[in-house]
């Protein structure tokens, strides 16, 4: 599982595409959620980050 960290919030999916303008997100039943522009992404985290430690990321 991923997180978009965008400026407006995050959305979380279960994989994605990187596309030369920006990347398309994915749930868990493969189903489209968003595409998101590299301009408006400011990061793409593993869930994992979020688990395995006890600082903050942001």
């Not at 407006?8 to 522009?37: H, M, S, T, W």
């Not at 590299?38 to 980050?49: I, T, V």
Request: charged letters at 35%; glycine letters at 4%.
């Amino acid at each position: 599982m991923y997180r978009a960290i965008l400026p407006e919030g995050q959305i979380q999916c279960e994989r994605y595409e990187r596309e030369d303008e920006g990347l398309e997100l994915y749930d868990e039943d493969d189903e489209f959620l968003a595409f998101v522009p590299y301009a408006n992404l400011h990061a793409l985290a593993n869930e994992e980050l979020y688990r395995s430690d006890e600082r903050s990321i942001m």
